[in-house]
């Protein structure tokens, strides 16, 4: 028979922790789609993600030749790697299913269709993940739409919170 083991008192799960955020691009794109894709690293990336992080303010992501790669990425540099440690700026390969590929592939075929990654993080099981959003660039006049429609949501759930309705 197999052994029972029990959970250790005070030990938690893991929990999913973002690493960056790119707020921006929610204001500049129309989110069509979302997909969630793994990125190849090398070791001392992952300790440089796990120690101070990454910036994927100005990244985008491209297809060439059935491949997505992460682009202009910032994955800082691991401290006690010395010099052996990694380009902060390399191209990185995204870890995608074919059918997931091919389906962004047509969609950014699309004129004025691009790939931008949203977040990454770190799942449960520990592993880099980025989120990556097809969308559409939004013009000066849809941008104001969003910001008031976003404004008119706030202050309705303020007077229904106010309300007990919350």
Do not use: C, W
């Not at 005070?10 to 955020?21: F, K, L």
């Not at 559409?136 to 007077?159: F, P, S």
């Amino acid at each position: 028979m197999g052994k029972k083991t029990k959970a250790k008192a005070g030990a938690t799960s893991p929990v999913r922790r973002d690493i960056a955020n790119n707020r921006k691009a929610l204001h500049e794109y129309e989110i069509l789609e979302r997909y969630e894709a793994g990125i190849a690293l090398t070791g001392t990336e992952v300790k440089g993600l796990r120690e101070s992080g990454a910036m994927i303010r100005e990244a985008y992501a491209q297809v060439i030749n059935d491949e997505v790669f992460l682009v202009g990425a910032h994955i800082s540099d691991y401290g006690p790697a010395g010099g052996r440690g990694h380009d902060p700026q390399r191209t990185r390969r995204l870890l995608l299913h074919r059918r997931e590929i091919a389906k962004i592939a047509g969609r950014v075929a699309e004129k004025g269709v691009t790939l931008i990654p949203l977040r990454m993080y770190f799942n449960d099981q520990g592993r880099a993940k980025i989120e990556l959003g097809v969308g559409r660039g939004r013009t000066q006049y849809d941008k104001r739409v969003a910001i008031r429609d976003r404004e008119m949501d706030r202050d309705l759930a303020r007077v229904n919170a106010r309300r007990g309705r919350g």
